[in-house]
């Protein structure tokens, strides 16, 4: 079991910059790939990026692929995401979510989730 527990959302102006964090423990966690998705009001749960633990390898979305970077942090057990250059389409509750072995963009392939935090930008 993995437990996940995200912070550093906000409100802010369109080109500011935000870092989400997701602090994860439970058993076997570096077997883990560690995501964020986004969900929009009316909208499906979008994959935003993802890092695999065990060789530390990306995957981001085109959307936001020169925008947002992943990074961990090994002593903490967190990942985090770096969001600049911010757009009001940016705006939603962004999620951390983790599963075993390898990156995919499937929300329903993720096993754990964290409750999601709002990320709003404005014009």
């Known amino acids: 079991q993995v437990q996940l527990v995200e912070s550093g959302g906000g409100l802010v102006q369109a080109g500011d910059s935000l870092r989400l964090s997701c602090a994860a423990s439970?058993?076997?966690?570096?077997?883990?790939?560690m995501a964020w998705f986004r969900q929009a009001p009316g909208k499906e749960r979008d994959f935003v990026a993802g890092?695999?633990?065990?060789?530390?390898?990306?995957d981001y979305a085109d959307s936001v692929k020169g925008r947002f970077t992943l990074s961990r942090d090994d002593a903490k057990n967190t990942v985090y995401l770096q969001m600049n250059s911010l757009k009001p389409e940016d705006t939603a509750v962004y999620y951390c979510?983790?599963?075993?072995?390898?990156?995919?963009?499937?929300?329903?392939?993720?096993?754990?989730w964290g409750q999601g935090t709002q990320v709003t930008v404005s014009s």
């Open positions: 439970g058993r076997a966690f570096s077997t883990t790939t």
């Open positions: 890092i695999r633990w065990s060789d530390r390898s990306t």
């Open positions: 979510a983790g599963k075993h072995w390898y990156i995919t963009r499937r929300s329903a392939d993720y096993n754990y």
